[in-house]
């Protein structure tokens, strides 16, 4: 599989640039209660990180605030590309690509019209929709509705996304739940991929999910004093 | 400063002074105002004795747009500046100023039974009333009904601001429509000028609502203050950190 | 601009396709002028009288009851998250909304019009007027929904809350969309200036929805 996707010409030129995300001391509030706090790390081009901890520990919140949904309270979320940094939400959205929970799938639509209606959304040339197919085995089921398709390829079709997007960070939410094991490893060939081009990745799962050289991070409870 | 005071029990030191005298000069105003309103002014020569009921209907009128203006303001100050007791201030307003301007519907509804003969017509004010009420009542509605309380003050400051910059538009548009749906009525309220005997009542009056404003404003902002905090440390829950594993 | 076409032409196709709510509209507006007409009685003055407002409500009502489906269902796929991502401008995904919501709530139902004014006895010369009004009135009522809309996406069962915070500002559409179609058939000269007064509540709008309903997003994706 990974042989096939790496010997496509088109491939090697999908990513333009190459970005890399620092976050210092980050805080994040929900409704008024501070969710997180001194958060920090780096994750440069080519690298995966693996993003665990318990129900409601806030990995859910961390993704969004750094994917500009949520303001940071405190601390610098940047995104470094080439010479720029961008610090605003709404610079860094340009190099990132977030998949949450939701796949942002319309039933009504077939597969393919989700795929070219993101295309038009991230500007993505025409020839990326095939990629996108290719990419997550759905190209048989490219003409059938959305709303008929299994939870797992649903999950697939939703993760498509991030062919289409094409940009250089990944930022996944649970993306194996609901996913048999061939399609995760499918997962896992694109984001072996993805990192050998140059972009980078952070996953926050509950599953098991190998990735090699991946760094594993841990939110938990900080100590109060 | 200005932050420390959105503490529930700071706040009450700050303000206290001020509320006293508020309180103080709205049972004052109030009672001087009901003393010449009912006693020592001249009834109209239309319409009797009734033209009293504009001592309670005028002011609450004035008021229902006095408290949205004040409420529209505070809203803009806590949208920009994001400071939580804009926000208090702004959404304690609301009850304040739907109730003016229920009270100015119900006492225009019981003047307009012996002016006109019937106990609502669509007279343009008391339509612009009307829809003046349900756009506070919208207000207090988005309040209601989002449950994370800084979320909550930033979109009910988007309908206090879109209702403030539209109620001049909906006035014209009914000003419009009323006149040329022109019904039966027949006096215009209140006679082409106001003999100074019945300012004097008026002004105390309208002096005394405004009293009556501030003195309610003042523990309303205090429950709400109270209960942010009470709330917030209700949903004291962990706060997460990450570290390599 | 592409994608603000790709986008009004999804929610168009979405809002036409099987479940989608386009012609629960028009019924919607159908079943409002039944009722009318059964409350007022068949007596065809008073319901030529009234056929130029009870259009114009109708065209209201079906306005309020489709307006929760313009970023309920977004918000709950995440596909509002991809909206929010791509955007360069939020408030010209907002405009694209709305235009979508006219699109596919709205212009059938004016399409319809014709049909509803003839049963209810609408005079000859009342059509055109009415027909203008509507069009030039009606995109105000779904600019200021997709604001509503907006302030509400996060909340459940909401759409009693989107009329109350949509209705009062369609007062002005309203009252000049009326009278205008009303002017229209009675051939007053004041036709112009007040379908221009129309005119003018939808280009209000056309500022202050898209404004408002870009922020409301923002804090409720937050």
């Not at chain 1, 694109?190 to 939110?219: K, S, Y």
Request: glycine share 8%; net charge positive.
């Amino acid at each position: 599989m990974n042989a096939a996707l790496e010997s496509r010409p088109d491939r090697q030129s999908r990513l333009a640039y190459r970005a890399s995300l620092s976050l210092r001391a980050v805080s994040v509030s929900r409704a008024g209660r501070r969710v997180l706090a001194g958060v920090t790390f780096d994750l440069s081009p080519g690298e995966a990180i693996i993003l665990k901890g318990a129900n409601g520990s806030g990995k859910t919140t961390l993704l969004r605030a750094i994917a500009g949904f949520l303001p940071a309270e405190n601390g610098a979320i940047e995104v470094q590309s080439g010479e720029s940094t961008r610090s605003s939400a709404s610079d860094r959205r340009a190099c990132i690509a977030y998949c949450g929970h939701a796949d942002a799938v319309k039933a009504p639509m077939t597969v393919r019209e989700n795929l070219s209606f993101w295309a038009r959304l991230y500007g993505a040339p025409e020839r990326r929709i095939a990629e996108a197919l290719a990419s997550f085995a759905l190209q048989a089921l490219a003409d059938t509705h959305a709303g008929a398709l299994s939870a797992g390829q649903r999950r697939r079709l939703g993760l498509a996304r991030l062919v289409i997007a094409a940009k250089p960070i990944w930022l996944l939410d649970e993306p194996t739940s609901s996913m048999d094991a061939a399609s995760s490893a499918r997962l896992v060939a694109l984001i072996e991929n993805h990192r050998r081009e140059g972009g980078a990745v952070l996953i926050a799962t509950h599953d098991r999910i190998e990735i090699e050289g991946a760094r594993n991070f841990v939110l938990e409870a900080l100590e109060t004093a | 400063m200005i932050a420390d005071l959105a503490n529930p029990e700071r706040f009450e030191r700050f303000v206290k002074p001020f509320w006293l005298t508020a309180s103080a000069l709205a049972v004052i105003l109030l009672a001087l105002g009901f003393y010449f309103g009912l006693f020592h002014s001249p009834a109209d020569y239309q319409q009797g004795d009734t033209v009293r009921i504009m001592y309670v209907h005028v002011p609450a009128a004035m008021m229902s747009m006095a408290c949205y203006t004040a409420m529209a303001v505070a809203s803009i100050v806590g949208f920009v500046w994001k400071h939580p007791l804009a926000d208090v201030a702004a959404k304690a307003s609301a009850p304040i100023g739907a109730v003016f301007t229920a009270l100015a519907l119900v006492t225009g509804s019981l003047w307009g039974k012996p002016m006109w003969g019937a106990w609502w017509v669509w007279d343009a004010r008391l339509t612009s009333e009307l829809i003046l009420f349900f756009i506070y009542i919208g207000y207090i509605a988005i309040w209601e009904a989002v449950d994370d309380k800084i979320r909550a003050a930033r979109l009910a400051a988007i309908v206090a601001i879109v209702g403030f910059v539209n109620i001049p538009i909906i006035k014209f548009s009914v000003d419009w429509w009323n006149s040329l749906h022109q019904g039966e009525s027949i006096f215009r309220r209140g006679g082409p000028t106001i003999d100074g005997s019945m300012l004097l009542p008026l002004f105390l009056m309208i002096g005394a609502y405004m009293m009556v404003y501030a003195a309610l404003l003042v523990p309303a902002m205090k429950n709400e203050l109270s209960a942010r905090r009470i709330a917030r440390l209700e949903r004291m829950g962990g706060v997460s950190g990450v570290r390599p594993e | 601009m592409k994608t603000f076409l790709a986008i009004i032409l999804r929610d168009v196709t979405l809002g036409f396709r099987a479940g989608g709510g386009a012609t629960q509209a028009a019924m919607f507006f159908a079943l409002v002028s039944l009722v009318f007409a059964l409350a007022i009685g068949p007596e065809p003055a008073r319901l030529s009288a009234l056929a130029a407002p009870i259009l114009w409500a109708g065209a209201l009502l079906s306005a309020l009851v489709s307006l929760d489906r313009i970023f309920q269902s977004d918000y709950e796929d995440g596909t509002l998250d991809v909206l929010v991502e791509t955007a360069d401008l939020l408030e010209l995904r907002v405009l694209a909304k709305a235009a979508a919501h006219w699109l596919s709530s709205l212009l059938p139902l004016i399409v319809a019009v014709p049909l509803f004014a003839l049963l209810l006895n609408l005079p000859v010369e009342g059509y055109w007027p009415l027909l203008a009004s509507l069009l030039v009135g009606t995109p105000a009522l779904s600019l200021i929904g997709a604001l509503a809309a907006a302030l509400t996406l996060a909340l459940r069962r909401a759409s009693i809350l989107v009329s109350i915070l949509a209705a009062p500002l369609y007062a002005p559409a309203l009252i000049f969309g009326v009278g205008a179609a009303e002017a229209g058939a009675a051939g007053a000269p004041s036709f112009v200036p007040t379908l221009l007064l129309v005119a003018a509540s939808s280009l209000f709008a056309l500022v202050f929805a898209p404004l408002a309903g870009a922020a409301a997003i923002r804090f409720n994706m937050s």
